[in-house]
């Protein structure tokens, strides 16, 4: 079996299962958020039965952080009382984007099967588990019977060769990938990235890789457990005990994608999908009016850390709002003592407290009729960053940092 198989058949207390089959396995832990428990609370409540594992169950505010409107600030609330009533023992309102959130908590760990109300939980696959989105509908019968229902994927792996060039990241090569499969190549199919280029990424840029991979339709996508993972949790002072799966030689796959990053270049991903991805110098000059660094596919330390070597000692341009949104307290409280929040404010940037923030078209950095942004997010539809006539263009956290400096789209690399 391949890894991922390995992880179901276990979590299902099966020998092997195979593409296609419907497997009931236990969950490790199950998260609501905000925007979807409206709909998951009554639907619980009118269950009458007490909840599975009170440390096995999390609420998470992100796309409310801080809340914005009267009504959010009733949803967080009722959170808080969900979690009262219930003696919940992980509640995170105030912390950040669930996804870095968790991983920081060393709640996550390989092996583990996740679900949380979240299309991109998928980035979580960074750490080696099996972590897929469900809905609320589900999740008010996952926190009661501890189990959910899926039919096994077939898995697509996915070799990245060779060495990054300069000024190209995890996000060119996530867009690399969508430009060329387009996003519905791996709709419920699972993605395994292997290859040697991995042992040069970090957790943050495995959670990129692994964030995108919901653009391509993915049900899940995963980065096996290596030295650089038992690294990420011993910086958390943890050293957790868990399965050292791997896929199997001669494991089968529905599909294996090659991938040689050696000759890849920056990119951009022009309006309205992230698959529309092309060489940035081919949009050069192409002007914006804002730039969002953050989101959980862009607002991590390495991100917010590249985007300050840029800016450090200039200037953003005065047509120009740069939001930076770091994706966890932690995030935010590892680049304040590295001087990276300083460099970002001396150049002008709006730097936001942690959160999903501009991403979800919510907040802190709503786009009007005709405003264009250049974002390090995930997804740039129709209506996305607000008003339906406004555009949203993709890229890496370089390419934005790059482009707020001349208030058009720019090319990274002359600025590194």
Not at 369 to 378: A, E, I, K, Y
Request: glycine letters at 10%; proline letters at 6%.
């Amino acid at each position: 079996m391949n890894l991922i198989h390995k992880m179901l058949a276990s979590a299902a207390s099966l020998e092997q299962v195979a593409p296609g089959d419907l497997i009931w396995p236990r969950i490790d832990l199950g998260c609501i958020d905000d925007i979807q428990f409206p709909v998951f609370e009554p639907l619980f409540q009118g269950i009458g039965k007490p909840i599975w594992d009170r440390e096995r169950t999390v609420l998470v505010a992100d796309h409310y952080l801080p809340a914005a409107t009267v009504d959010q600030a009733s949803i967080v609330h009722a959170m808080q009382n969900f979690a009262k009533d219930w003696n919940l023992a992980h509640i995170f309102l105030k912390q950040g984007i669930k996804h870095q959130v968790l991983a920081e908590a060393g709640l996550i760990t390989p092996g583990m099967l996740f679900c949380a109300t979240d299309s991109h939980t998928n980035t979580l696959g960074a750490l080696g588990c099996f972590a897929a989105a469900i809905g609320p509908t589900e999740m008010a019968a996952l926190f009661y019977t501890g189990r959910m229902w899926f039919k096994v994927p077939e898995t697509i792996r996915i070799r990245l060769d060779g060495h990054l060039p300069r000024g190209v990241y995890a996000k060119d090569i996530a867009l690399r990938l969508l430009a060329e499969h387009g996003t519905q190549f791996a709709n419920y199919r699972a993605i395994e990235y292997t290859g040697p280029l991995l042992g040069a990424l970090s957790i943050s840029e495995r959670m990129t890789l692994c964030n995108m991979s919901t653009e391509m339709g993915a049900k899940a996508a995963i980065v096996a457990a290596d030295s650089i993972t038992r690294s990420f949790y011993n910086e958390l002072g943890m050293t957790p005990e868990y399965p050292e799966w791997t896929s199997d030689p001669g494991a089968e796959y529905a599909e294996t994608i090659e991938l040689d990053v050696t000759g890849l270049e920056p990119l951009v991903a022009v309006p309205a999908s992230p698959s529309n991805g092309v060489p940035v110098h081919s949009m050069l000059g192409t002007p914006i009016d804002q730039v969002f660094i953050g989101s959980c596919a862009g607002g991590n330390v390495v991100d917010l850390a590249i985007a300050a070597q840029i800016l450090r000692g200039r200037r953003v341009h005065p047509n120009v709002a740069a939001i930076v949104t770091p994706a966890s307290n932690a995030i935010y409280s590892t680049c304040l003592a590295s001087g990276v929040i300083e460099t970002l404010l001396e150049a002008g940037c709006i730097v936001t407290n942690p959160g999903c923030g501009a991403c979800a078209g919510i907040h802190m950095g709503v786009l009007g009729s005709g405003q264009v942004r250049l974002s390090s997010q995930n997804r740039n539809f129709v209506g996305r960053g607000g008003h339906r006539n406004s555009q949203i263009y993709l890229a890496s956290a370089a390419t934005v940092a790059a482009s707020a400096i001349t208030g058009t789209i720019n090319d990274p690399r002359e600025f590194l």
